[in-house]
């Protein structure tokens, strides 16, 4: 089957002086086009007269105008949908990046050992030099520049820690990820805001599980939100875009280094397909109380999802979704499958009739695994007995491989006992 897949290359400018100058310029005025577009449409400003004005009115090239004021409107269209939660239709205090389309807002020139780029920062003046970035991101873009596959899409130019980027958006147009019916494996997921469950089932029997922690991003996420509202309470508002902008790149980030974790575990099975929550309405029945609702409502579930997917896709994995009901509070055992809420504390799951202690959120991801089976019209293993819950915690080292049992709970290689399941 083939689709149409897209990723983002990121190489360093190095403009010089006048070149940085022109660059600043151009991201300030984006600032004031976006504010601008954002406050008149929270005025109640028809878009279309908005997008007129501003697209007119702009010191920047047309096209660059273009998508800033599509982004700001897109940003409203966010706000609309997550009011109670989310307002990623906040003014922005920093240098705004400056959106463009290949060949219209930006160029790029191949030659012989190097990239050329040239960027219109303001109308009629260019930034020119020559792109820096890994091996493999300007073999990337080369091949895509001369590809008839691949497409060369839009950019952001913009200043990062004191550095000039450019991120260059890249299509696969003829790309091939495997039909998901011809799939022989089936990878539940279970994502939860400090880890990711995963479990792979075949037909027959369950293959391997695995836990995947990323305490940091919560840990992260809880510091942002204290220094954000001590500033506030300070008075000191206009910090507040500033931390909440680290904290998105900081997420993003670590995000990405999960799922490409997920990814590579799950490309070692046969043919597999990946199975995930269809967690569409999740936000509408969540009401824990206004401390538990902001946790789990701003929740980066939908991004790591897309990460995953759009990964996976460019290993030829193919990805689906299943109704979420129960997979967290119905034993795994198929000779026992009790399903209730006293079944679950936190990372615990020890079922009330038979007895069976797991990891929570693996337990949650064989079930996944199993409705993935269903959903596909395979047979349903009989699990009698489930392999030990294992974890891969993030090292400043690396990752590194630890079982989360703390001695022999049961037997041969089975935790199926009722202790040394750690929390």
Excluded at 117 to 142: F, H, M, W
Excluded at 190 to 219: G, M, Q, R, T, Y
Aim: charged fraction near 30%.
């Amino acid at each position: 089957m083939q689709k149409s897949l897209t990723k983002t290359l990121v190489f360093q400018l190095q403009p010089d002086e006048s070149g940085q100058q022109l660059l600043d310029d151009a991201f300030l005025e984006a600032r004031r086009v976006y504010n601008e577009t954002i406050r008149r449409a929270k005025n109640g400003d028809d878009w279309a007269k908005i997008r007129k004005d501003l697209e007119s009115d702009a010191d920047l090239v047309n096209n660059t105008a273009q998508l800033v004021v599509q982004k700001s409107l897109e940003a409203m269209e966010n706000y609309y949908e997550y009011d109670d939660y989310n307002h990623p239709s906040h003014t922005t205090d920093s240098a705004y990046p400056l959106r463009s389309n290949y060949e219209e807002g930006y160029n790029l020139f191949l030659e012989d050992d190097c990239i050329r780029y040239r960027i219109s920062a303001k109308p009629y003046n260019p930034v020119k030099g020559t792109l820096c970035g890994s091996p493999d991101a300007l073999e990337q873009l080369r091949h895509a520049i001369q590809s008839d596959a691949w497409r060369v899409g839009t950019a952001e130019a913009m200043r990062r820690n004191e550095k000039y980027e450019l991120h260059i958006t890249i299509t696969h147009t003829e790309a091939e990820v495997r039909d998901k019916e011809e799939s022989r494996t089936v990878v539940g997921i279970d994502s939860n805001e400090d880890c990711v469950a995963l479990a792979a089932l075949h037909e027959d029997d369950i293959v391997d599980s695995v836990v995947i922690d990323f305490p940091e991003i919560k840990e992260e996420r809880h510091r942002y939100f204290t220094m954000r509202k001590r500033m506030q309470n300070n008075g000191k508002s206009s910090f507040d875009r500033a931390f909440e902008q680290q904290e998105e790149r900081f997420v993003h980030d670590q995000l990405h280094k999960v799922s490409r974790q997920v990814v590579e575990w799950v490309s070692q099975f046969e043919k597999p397909v990946i199975v995930f929550e269809d967690l569409k309405e999740m936000r509408d029945s969540i009401d824990y109380g206004t401390r538990m609702n902001r946790r789990l409502h701003s929740l980066p579930f939908r991004k790591l999802r897309e990460f995953i997917t759009y990964k996976a896709a460019f290993q030829g994995v193919p990805s689906d979704e299943i109704n979420p009901e129960y997979t967290s509070q119905a034993c795994s055992l198929t000779e026992c499958e009790q399903t209730t809420r006293a079944n679950r504390n936190k990372k615990r799951f020890k079922c009330v009739d038979c007895g069976r202690q797991d990891h929570a959120d693996r337990n949650a991801a064989i079930n996944i695994a199993k409705k993935g089976l269903a959903t596909l019209d395979r047979n349903v293993p009989a699990l009698k007995t489930l392999p030990n819950v294992r974890k891969l915690r993030r090292q400043p080292s690396g990752c590194v491989n630890q079982p989360t049992v703390t001695h022999d709970t049961a037997r041969g290689h089975h935790a199926d006992g009722v202790a040394g399941v750690s929390d």
